[in-house]
C-alpha cells in the first residue's frame, strides 16, 4: 500500500519561505509510471495544483505561482521537497502531496498538514 506523509512547520511568517516535506512509503520516488506532485487548499477554497517532480528529477510547476515555488528530491530517503518563498498570508492552506499516475489521476494522497501564514 503506497503511503505518504506531509511534515513541516505549521507556522510560516509573511514574506518567509516555507518548506515542506514529503516522505513516501510503499512505492519508489523513481517509478517511471508515476509522478509525485504538491497540491495546497486555502479554507474555503478548491484545491489548487502546485507543481510535480518526475521520476526523472525534472519538474514543472504552476505558472500562477510565479516562480516562487520549487520541488526537489532525495532519492535515498524516498522523500521529496516543497520549498515556496515569499509568503503571503492569503497562502495559509493545507498542504497535500499527492502520486501522479500516466492517466492523470492522483491516486494516493498525504493526510494533509495545515500551513499558517501570519506574523
Known amino acids: 500500500q503506497v503511503q505518504l506523509q506531509e511534515s513541516g512547520p505549521g507556522l510560516v511568517k509573511p514574506s518567509q519561505t516555507l518548506s515542506l516535506t514529503c516522505t513516501i512509503s510503499?512505492?519508489?520516488?523513481?517509478?517511471?509510471?508515476?509522478?509525485w506532485t504538491w497540491i495546497r487548499q486555502p479554507p474555503g477554497k478548491g484545491l489548487e495544483w502546485m507543481g510535480l517532480?518526475?521520476?526523472?528529477?525534472?519538474?514543472v510547476y504552476n505558472s500562477a505561482l510565479n516562480s516562487r515555488a520549487s520541488i526537489s528530491r532525495d532519492t535515498s530517503k524516498n522523500q521529496f521537497f516543497l520549498q515556496l518563498t515569499s509568503l503571503t498570508p492569503e497562502e495559509t492552506a493545507v498542504y497535500y502531496c499527492?502520486?501522479?499516475?500516466?492517466?492523470?489521476?492522483?491516486?494516493?494522497w498525504g493526510q494533509g498538514t495545515q500551513v499558517t501564514v501570519s506574523s
Open positions: 499527492a502520486r501522479w499516475s500516466k492517466s492523470g489521476e492522483l491516486d494516493f
Open positions: 517532480i518526475r521520476h526523472d528529477g525534472s519538474s
Open positions: 510503499g512505492d519508489s520516488i523513481t517509478n517511471k509510471d508515476y509522478g
